[in-house]
């Protein structure tokens, strides 16, 4: 009881702590000293969702590991997982996603694809470049398909997210920062070339808009949404920073919703092909 009672506090510290280094100008410091900024590698850390969940979905795996193929590692950003009360507040702002399938292009160790299991989704696909992560993934899927067998199914394909084939109907696509601009112009084209033909209606989740002008510049694609979201207090500290923006698109094409306030809200790059956010 007392060593709990010991950790407990501690970790209350530790959410104090890390709360205080993320102040920017604090954190603007700390990045300097060589030993003190580690406490900004959270991504290493085990997440309190797997903790919770039963579930491997930390880490950080650098692009290179992710494929063999040499062309694509220069195409690809590193696996990170994404913070699961981010992802929460993106999708709830969503309609009615009981007629949507949610797709997570590039879904490394499928967090996104557990979080989106607590929504009504039609079904939940995950497409994994890498044959580790995918089966990682499997295993998260597995884990919480056990634990909550009244949710929708969720899979997980392992293959290059440019060509899949989305099902057809209306679909939620979910992207964090997986692409390179490059990649990113090809699947906002197949997406253009998927709405003519066998899609009703898609949002473009994009948690961290790194590439925005490929959607920005596309004449299928709408601002929807627009936001920055802090992290809740349990999560700070297992990720770089203490918030991430999102930005979501829909088609032009079926049940088009009116767009939130905001949704027009200039898109900035913070660090070069690494972060954004809203100006």
């Known amino acids: 009881m007392q060593r709990e009672f010991i950790q407990r506090e501690f970790t209350v510290f530790e959410r104090i702590i890390h709360r ?16 003190v900024r580690r406490i900004y590698g959270g991504w290493n850390r085990t997440h309190p969702f797997d903790v919770a969940e039963q579930v491997e979905t930390s880490g950080y795996v650098p692009a290179d590991q992710l494929t063999s193929d040499d062309r694509l590692k220069g195409l690809i950003i590193p696996y990170a997982g994404s913070s699961p009360s981010v992802i929460r507040k993106a999708i709830s702002t969503l309609p009615d996603v009981r007629d949507y399938s949610f797709v997570d292009l590039g879904c490394g160790k499928g967090r996104a694809l557990l979080v989106a299991s607590e929504y009504a989704f039609m079904r939940i696909i995950g497409v994994e470049l890498s044959a580790e992560l995918s089966a990682t993934a499997r295993r998260n899927v597995q884990t919480v398909a056990n634990h909550y067998p009244e949710r929708s199914p969720m899979n997980v394909v392992e293959g290059n997210a440019i060509g899949f084939e989305l099902p057809a109907g209306k679909v939620v696509v979910f992207i964090y920062h997986s692409f390179g601009l490059e990649l990113m112009n090809q699947l906002i084209g197949e997406l253009e070339t998927a709405l003519e033909n066998r899609l009703d209606h898609v949002f473009v989740v994009y948690y961290n808009p790194v590439h925005s002008v490929a959607l920005d510049s596309s004449p299928v694609f709408k601002r929807w949404f627009a936001a920055t979201f802090k992290l809740v207090p349990e999560e700070v500290g297992y990720a770089p920073d203490n918030k991430d923006t999102v930005v979501i698109w829909q088609s032009n094409k079926g049940s088009v919703h009116a767009e939130h306030p905001g949704s027009d809200r200039k898109i900035v790059i913070l660090q070069k092909d690494w972060q954004a956010g809203l100006s």
């Open 20 to 35: 205080f280094a993320f102040r920017p100008a604090i954190r603007r410091r700390l990045v300097r000293i060589r030993f």
